[in-house]
């Protein structure tokens, strides 16, 4: 298959899906109430990249969760850092925190704080190599670094299919502290539109 990071989320979805749901008795009427939330950003498909996410309703306007993102090449040529070298993510870890305006409704926006495990590649940069000699020389090269971040995010989210499945769009800013050159890197993240299946 082509595209490995979709059967990644198929299998997913379908593992999760298997999982539990809780019932609430509220005026004689059985209610369900989805705790849990798997969903991926649609967009990163089309640039040769896979986000998924998974989410825990922890209150009426509240919730917890943790993303993943694996990048290619063409997310990347997206990237707005402009540090005037060139510069690869490689993959990204995110757990979150969100805060629903309008609670677990039907439409509501959020607002998201997250923070962000990620590895990066830097190319073209120069570096500092010795020779046998001892010597120190600086040569253009690559310098692959672990990184730390956090970041906040604003979006919109709406439930349809008797509030089965989600739709959302967020916008996302990471703030990276290069731990190579002691810097803030700005880059969007956590930006796209999310498909969701609540269980």
């Known amino acids: 298959m082509r ?4 059967v990644l989320f198929c299998t997913c979805f379908m593992v999760l899906s298997s999982f539990g749901q809780k019932e609430d008795l509220e005026k004689n009427r059985t209610i369900t109430l989805f705790k ?3 969903s991926s950003n649609l967009p990163y498909f089309l640039v040769n990249s896979v986000e998924l996410n998974y989410e825990r309703i922890l209150g009426r306007k509240f919730a917890l969760g943790i993303g993943w993102a694996s990048y290619g090449d063409g997310f990347n040529k997206l990237d707005v850092a402009g540090n ?6 490689n993959f990204e870890i995110n757990p979150f925190g969100r805060f629903y305006f309008n609670g677990n409704n039907k439409k509501s926006h959020f607002l998201e704080i997250f923070a962000s495990l990620n ?4 190319s073209d940069i120069f570096v500092r190599n010795t020779t046998p000699e001892g010597y120190g020389v ?7 670094t672990k990184d730390f971040g956090m970041g906040i995010g604003y979006g919109y989210r709406f439930l349809f299919a008797k509030d089965r499945l989600s739709l959302e769009g967020q916008i996302g800013l990471r703030t990276n502290f290069e731990t190579y050159w002691f810097v803030v890197q700005s880059s969007l993240v956590r930006t796209g539109i999310r498909i969701g299946y609540r269980f």
């Not at 595209?3 to 979709?6: A, E, I, L, R, T």
């Open 84 to 89: 005037g070298y060139a510069q690869r993510a």
């Open 3 to 6: 595209n490995p990071h979709f």
């Open 36 to 38: 849990n939330q798997i």
């Open 119 to 122: 590895k990066n590649e830097s």
């Open 138 to 144: 600086y040569e253009k090269g690559t310098i692959v």
